[in-house]
């Protein structure tokens, strides 16, 4: 809950079964109340997003968990889509991601990710992240509302 005490709508893109489910799982047990929106590929997101085809009546997220490493387009084609709209510039995006490369990091941050995460890959930390990230963008952050 933000500090308007109202869940959020977060948008997870992520191509990876095992990743959605630990998100999934981190949201349950941290019995966090916002709304978990996945979506596969880039071309999805951008669906979400722009509120395409069978997205049409898909929520405005508040929060976006990307993932760099997605078929059709990938991760950083998205976050350049999302900053140079002016629609959607406004939501923070969270890169999470298994990439520990500093040109994947500067690049993300160049193209205005609010934060760059490493996945990490023991279960218990994984899902500790995801908390984290939750707890920071719900609870502490204040988050533009339209």
Do not use: C, W
Request: hydrophobic residues 40%; charged residues 30%.
């Amino acid at each position: 809950m933000n500090a308007a005490s109202q869940p959020i709508e977060v948008l997870l893109v992520e191509d990876d079964p095992g990743d959605e489910l630990m998100t999934r799982e981190a949201f349950e047990d941290n019995k966090i109340g916002n709304t978990l929106h996945v979506v596969r590929d880039g071309q999805e997101a951008l669906d979400f997003l722009y509120r395409r085809g069978e997205h049409g009546d898909a929520p405005r997220p508040d929060l976006i968990l990307l993932d760099l490493n997605l078929p059709k387009y990938d991760g950083r084609q998205v976050l350049e889509r999302i900053k140079a709209d002016t629609d959607l510039t406004h939501i923070p995006v969270v890169v999470l991601t298994t990439s520990s490369a500093e040109e994947d990091i500067l690049r993300s941050y160049r193209l205005h990710a609010s934060a760059y995460v490493t996945k990490p890959v023991d279960l218990e930390q994984f899902i500790a992240a995801i908390r984290k990230i939750d707890d920071f963008f719900v609870t502490v952050v204040r988050l533009p509302r339209p």
